[in-house]
């Protein structure tokens, strides 16, 4: 049964995990040799927004959302899934050369060395497992907004759900807010991530885009 699932997926979909993968491979590259940040990044508002170690549940929610809708994309829509993979890897891949040519971090982390509760253990071990460095454009904002936008896509052909695009821009934006509460990213990562993922947004989704909203006013002009 398997084996039939997977025949049927095309060929294109095997070979946008190859751009994923460099992608992956490259930031973990960084993450390995890369040379402490020379570029700081701090604002006022950074000082203004309390550590809160509630927020490590939407940001851990990520690598769910995310892998979720990659999975989901996969097996039941190549054409968006091909967007989604170019999305994703351009995202990851442009971000990356920002870190190798404009190397930053921050160093807005409170001292968890002695976390009070299971939440700040799971901050604790955040902060372990992923530095403090390649921090702008922030990979969790680039990744959440197409997320959201392949999915959305995908609820208007096949679930037409009017809930889900409110659940998942919820979703989005809660994990994008995490960034900064638990003290992982400046508010200029978040920024500088949403600019990339408008950018990566008009050029991957921009004519399809265009095409629907123009059928969609068509439509209602005929009616």
């Not at 769910?64 to 039941?76: E, M, P, S």
């Not at 993922?197 to 004519?207: D, E, F, N, T, W």
Request: with cysteine; charged share 15%; aromatic share 14%.
């Amino acid at each position: 049964m398997l084996r039939k699932l997977f025949q049927k997926i095309p060929r294109r979909n095997w070979l946008m995990l190859i751009p994923l993968c460099i992608g992956g491979l490259y930031f973990l590259l960084l993450e390995l040799i890369a040379p402490a940040p020379r570029y700081i990044l701090h604002t006022p508002l950074d000082d203004l927004i309390p550590f809160t170690a509630a927020f490590i549940i939407p940001y851990v929610t990520w690598y769910f959302y995310v892998a979720g809708t990659g999975v989901l994309l996969f097996f039941k829509d190549s054409d968006e899934f091909v967007r989604f993979a170019a999305f994703l890897s351009s995202g990851m891949i442009i971000a990356c050369l920002i870190y190798t040519f404009w190397p930053n971090g921050q160093t807005l982390r409170p001292d968890l060395s002695a976390p009070q509760g299971p939440l700040e253990t799971l901050v604790h071990l955040l902060y372990i497992i992923d530095t403090p460095t390649n921090s702008c454009p922030s990979i969790h904002v680039v990744y959440s907004i197409g997320s959201h936008a392949a999915l959305v896509r995908y609820n208007r052909t096949y679930w037409r759900s009017k809930a889900l695009p409110a659940v998942s821009l919820t979703a989005a934006v809660f994990i994008i807010l995490s960034t900064v509460f638990v003290k992982q990213h400046s508010v200029i990562c978040i920024v500088g991530g949403l600019l990339m993922a408008l950018i990566l947004y008009i050029v991957i989704y921009g004519r399809s885009a265009v095409r629907y909203y123009r059928a969609q006013k068509a439509a209602k002009a005929a009616y």
